[in-house]
């Protein structure tokens, strides 16, 4: 799942600039938050005047939400074409829980596991604004609420008994074991002793897909 070049800019040599701002801003952002990052920061590492910086995006704010908003299309797009397959291969009996939340979380795997720092750097930042009480309610319902909505009323369809509340709650619970796996922060490498790797994503979504199923098939009385 490579990034997209933007292709807006009037001339290749902007383009270029304007990518560079993107890719040295969604790394800076990734490691050090929002806070911790100045547009002279970004605009050095990028090689470019901060007035260029300022022209493209203008404020830090707006250049935040380009960083969030330039690779949430294509990973929106992967996971409803996920969802989509495993419909019309369902037919009218409809996909299983597992197949459900397979195509919700095998996309990201994949795409972390392209090796593009790009990648994973985005994937980083998606973690720490989910995680955030600031920004997670003021960004993530924009670009991935109604995503999540289909999978929850494909769900539904799957669990017929439950009551809306456990489906929230049971994706409210998925959501946190896939920021710590986009976050990659070593943490089970250390307390595993090293049996288990956060840069292992094949064993970590083999192992979420599973136990997530599971948890909505007890919550949810099915």
Known sequence: MPAKRNTNASSK???SKRDRILD???KLFAEHGYDGVTLRQIASGAKVDVALASYHF???LDLFNAVFERRSAYLNEARHEALRRVQEEAGTAGPTVEQIIEA???PLELAQETGDDGWRHYLALVAYIN???YWGRRMMSKMFDSLVNEFIDALRQALPGASDTDLYWCYHNMSGALTLTLADTGRIDALSGGLCSSSDFEAAYDHMIPFMAAGFRKICGS
């Open 13 to 15: 040599g902007s383009t």
């Open 24 to 26: 040295v801003a969604e």
């Open 131 to 133: 995680n955030s009480p």
């Open 104 to 106: 919700f979380l095998r």
């Open 58 to 60: 203008g404020k830090k």
